[in-house]
């Protein structure tokens, strides 16, 4: 039998539902916010991660999915190396979903100079080539929003409350939210302090695991959040990123708190935050939900340098991505069902002389919005009522000799069992209103 690969999920049932549920809560809460939808190709050029994301992370060096064509493939093989391919040949699956968007607002120069900001949200699937673990997948499924063109740190401020926001309308428990903020500091302080953490790992080598010491050299910063509870340990004494902040980011720092005091959303600072995406720059941010044991549910930041980065004009820039995986684990561990009740539907049963009868009303009632099923087995009149039973229809409507000779429907309703003849030409707009009540 063929099966999946490790570490992928099929949506469906509830699962698929579930999933439509917090792409349609994002698109109204987003939209209330002035954001616009975009969708970006899941195949992006290796550069755009590489230019975007850094080099020097584990998600560009060792959890890329890269994909080469077939007809490129065998040669890849033979020669034992990807040194001979053009940039546009080499690919990869986007692991994430802020450097595609980015550069898709310089590619089509979404931002024009002295021109408003450009605000985007995306859903789709992101990949990232990790060792499969619960609430860990190689494909998973993400919603996220770009804010680029905005300095101001009122923006900081509103991408926090539009997540939190979000949150709450899918059903969390804010008070088991755990936001946490930081400033990364940018390119004025964020070098020398890079350089001390560097500095103090090589200090600290011999109580390091050898992935922190490597990290020394390419991402110190990176060994605040080391798998190794010891490494963790001796970085509790590292130069902290609050001491290294310049003026000016100490001030958009600041200002980001006093905007989240003013609208009530509680927060931990926590200088270690770091998240492992080069690009960020000043505030960074993620959320966790408290004893749920999945992680961070979502998490996002400012990224001042990244337009740049992906070979467009100085813009700044902040956003942030939710984990729909992760959330749904969560939410179902705070007892929440986030598919809500299915529509259930309408069932047409008949008669076999009557089912010419039953074709158009199923029709008239799609044709009026209204979800409708019908036999389409030759079963029995008792066997359908079980059917629309099982299907958790809300009414059925009987076709049998003497309705269809009356021209008229038996419509029932299958939880109060009170029956009604209605005219065939006013059923729809009947059952609608039925429905409506
Ligand atoms: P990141 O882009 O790493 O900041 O991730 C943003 C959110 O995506 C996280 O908070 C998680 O909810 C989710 N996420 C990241 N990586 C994975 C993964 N491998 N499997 C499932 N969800 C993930």
Same mark, same amino acid.
């Given at each position: 039998m063929a099966q999946r690969v490790q570490g992928t999920e099929d949506l469906y049932g509830d699962y698929m539902r579930a999933w439509q549920r917090m792409t349609d809560v994002?698109?109204?809460?987003?939209? $209330?916010? !002035?954001?616009? /939808?975009?969708?970006? @190709?899941?195949?992006?050029?290796?550069?755009?991660?590489?230019?975007?994301?850094?080099?020097?992370?584990?998600?560009?060096?060792?959890?890329?999915?890269?994909?080469?064509?077939?007809?490129?493939?065998?040669?890849?093989? $033979?020669? !034992?190396?990807? /040194?001979?391919?053009? @940039?546009?040949?080499?690919m990869a699956m986007r692991p994430e979903g802020t450097a595609g968007v980015v550069r898709a607002a310089v590619e089509h120069n979404l931002v024009p100079q002295g021109g408003a900001p450009a605000k985007l949200w995306y859903a789709g699937a992101m990949f990232r080539g990790e060792r499969p673990q619960r609430g860990r997948l190689r494909q998973f499924h993400q919603v996220g929003v770009e804010w680029i063109g905005a300095s101001d740190p009122a923006a900081d401020a509103e991408c926090v409350i539009v997540l939190m926001e979000y949150f709450r309308r899918l059903g969390f428990d804010s008070s088991t939210l755990r936001l946490t903020i930081n400033s990364m500091g940018d390119g004025t302080c964020r070098p020398a302090y890079r350089e001390a953490v560097r500095r103090f790992i090589l200090d600290h080598a011999d109580e390091m695991c050898e992935d922190c010491i490597e990290r020394a050299a390419l991402n110190p910063l990176r060994a605040f959040d080391c798998k190794n509870a010891r490494c963790r340990e001796v970085m509790e004494a590292a130069p902290k990123v609050d001491q290294a902040l310049c003026d000016d980011c100490r001030l958009h720092y600041?200002?980001?708190?006093?905007?989240?005091?003013?609208a009530g959303i509680p927060y931990v600072e926590d200088p270690r935050l770091v998240r492992g995406l080069d690009y960020y720059t000043r505030t960074v941010f993620e959320v966790e939900v408290e004893g749920s044991g999945v992680g961070a549910i979502g998490g996002g930041g400012r990224y001042d340098g990244l337009m740049e980065l992906e070979g467009g004009r100085p813009t700044p820039g902040i956003g942030f991505a939710v984990g729909f995986e992760r959330i749904y684990l969560a939410l179902q561990a705070q007892g929440v069902a986030m598919a809500g009740e299915g529509s259930g539907c309408v069932y047409v049963a008949s008669m076999p002389d009557q089912r010419a009868a039953a074709f158009s009303a199923t029709l008239a009632l799609r044709n009026a919005g209204i979800r409708t099923e019908a036999d389409y087995q030759g079963r029995s009149l008792k066997a359908q009522f079980k059917q629309a039973n099982r299907l958790g229809a809300r009414i059925c409507v009987?076709?049998?000799?003497?309705?269809?000779?009356?021209?008229?429907?038996?419509?029932?309703?299958?939880?109060?069992?009170?029956?009604?003849?209605?005219?065939?030409?006013?059923?729809?707009?009947?059952?609608?209103?039925?429905?409506?009540?």
């Open positions: 994002a698109r109204e809460l987003f939209d $209330a916010y !002035g954001f616009d /939808a975009i969708e970006t @190709p899941t195949l992006e050029q290796v550069d755009t991660f590489v230019h975007g994301i850094g080099e020097s992370t584990d998600v560009v060096r060792k959890e890329m999915f890269r994909v080469v064509s077939g007809a490129l493939f065998d040669d890849l093989l $033979a020669r !034992g190396s990807e /040194a001979h391919l053009k @940039p546009r040949q080499r600041g200002q980001v708190k006093r905007y989240l005091d003013e009987v076709l049998g000799p003497d309705e269809v000779a009356a021209g008229v429907a038996t419509v029932r309703d299958m939880t109060s069992h009170e029956q009604v003849q209605v005219p065939l030409a006013e059923l729809a707009s009947h059952v609608a209103e039925r429905l409506g009540a």
